[in-house]
């Protein structure tokens, strides 16, 4: 029997990659492969973070739904978002595009306004790239770079048992915004505007994540693009601990336990699944004072909330539903490639 | 009528990309939109050379031609030249992929294993990445950060009227290589090896831009992927200058004249047009001493060959053929978007 990537998850293919290659010695690479950015050292109190997405059409958009405009400002969100994660302040962006012949060069102009757009809003410049053809398929790729100091990285690693959880913004909002679409068009209720927005438009953290960072406050950080509950893991993985969340702290809007209703999905399975949040999910230590945080949610009008613990790895990894049952949580959103399941 | 990118050509595209952005005045920004590479001060005296570029399965490769390890090689080798054409020294990689579900994960590994044989011969290392699930095509994006000193760059608008053009190693082989692979199948004679390395494994030649970098002879650089034609035109319109080209200068292997015969394709045609050589193409002032050059050459064992001369924008872009003839010169392969000529 051959093996194809799709007997495998993304975590297990990056180990694959990970044996593969030579241990890095080079001693400026603060962190590799496995974390949501590279960074490296290019000084003494300076280091340069980069990260790189592709998006595919069909796969991660469709362009009967999204606007070049809309999908400019998305690309960009989606990196800017990994450069939060580090605690980081982006700085430029390359943008690879691969275009179909047939794609209208207004949908082209758009999608570079977006990308302007996006990145000015952080200060950010567009300083290169590539244009390819492709033979159906518009392709997005994005590379961005920004700095941080090398003492104030937020990796996925460093989280220790008895860490509070916290994470910025309210969970399920993109797929419940997706779900609005499906079912309204772009006809939808005015009231499913954040859910739609937060689908389309999606704001990375990037203040949020600077100023976490600069307090120093976190031990791990990370963003919310697979699911909670998957990139909960991934820091319990990397952190190798455990994971406790409290289903009845989880922030959901209104809105959703509507969507909820009419497609069919639990509010529940919308915050811990469905992705693309790009909010902050990070750890504290237990002991620090939370004064500094309240200020930047105060700050920034932006709610983070307590929603669970880091616990000893052996002890699982957990949701605390409302009848205050013990139930393991299963990582769903992160497989990309294993074949879905029940399919 | 609703206008498609297929209407316009790859600089008109970059020129609208241009016109959308707004003009940057990040002074750190040594070289942005339209060249090789980005380029970036990070230090009085150290400059960060970023680039990236995305190969698509059944535009720029197919998979029944190529091994894992071949493509791994050769997309990483593709960004290592545009490193080259800037005069810098690679040192780090990010590799996403668009992974199709079905591709067989002993090709995943082979990549891997080509990625990182070919970054070791230039002690670079892959640091990070991404995965994700694509429908059908596989797609290879990889990004690639280098070092150069500030004052050694070279970009397209340097060249000057009177100064002399040069290439590196020999021109067509890689198209030739393709056509050796159509019409014979891997049982090729084992005499156009050159040929089909030249194709599946192309050499980027780092050590040679750094050299003619470092002893900052040239006015200006670019590596040949469009085809010679092509890529002296980018030179060119960035220069805002003409050229001319001598025929029977140019370096050709005796084979090419062989697969000319067999294709049907003169070996001009594959000199002038056919891309993809990776070789560097660079500029000279004439008063120059060029001991240094031929020191470059001897020490590499890697032919460079006066071919040309730069001349004034209104003099034209010209071939001057065997019989002495001035011919205009098309850049052909540049036009990566405009329907097929005659299509």
Known sequence: LVKTVSNFGE????????????????????????????????????????????????????????????????????????????????????????????????????????????????????????????????????????????????????????????????????GAGFQVLEHFGKEYPVSYDPMVNAHLQPIPRVEAGKLIADYQIATAMIDISDGLASDLNHICLMSNVGAEIYQDQLPLS??????????????????????????????????VNLEKLKEIGQKLSLPITEIGRIINKNEGFLLINTNNKRLTLKPKGWDHFAKKSGG
Chains 1, 2 share one sequence.
């Open 11 to 174: 975590f297990t293919l990056i180990e694959r990659i990970k044996q593969i290659l030579p241990q890095t010695t080079n001693s400026d690479v603060l962190v590799g492969i496995g974390d949501d950015t590279a960074v490296i050292r290019i000084a003494e109190d300076r280091a340069l973070i980069v990260t790189c997405d592709i998006q595919v059409e069909d796969q991660h958009f469709r362009l009967k739904n999204i606007s070049g405009y809309q999908l400019g400002r998305r690309a960009i969100a989606v990196n800017l978002s990994d450069i939060a994660s580090m605690g980081g302040t982006p700085q430029f962006a390359l943008v690879s595009l691969g275009l179909p012949p047939e794609l209208k060069v207004d949908y082209f102009d758009q999608l570079f306004e977006g990308i302007r757009d996006e990145l000015s809003r952080f200060s950010a410049h567009l300083i290169g790239g590539n244009l390819t053809k492709t033979n159906h398929k518009l392709i997005v790729d994005i590379t961005l770079l920004g700095e941080v100091h090398p003492q104030k990285i937020l990796t996925r690693s460093g989280a220790k048992p008895g860490d509070k959880i916290f994470v910025t913004g309210k969970l399920g909002e993109s």
């Open 254 to 287: 209104d809105q959703l336990f509507e969507i909820s209703q009419i497609s069919n999905k639990s509010p529940l399975e919308f915050a811990l699944h469905s992705g693309e949040d790009y909010e902050l999910l990070f750890t504290i230590r237990p002991e």
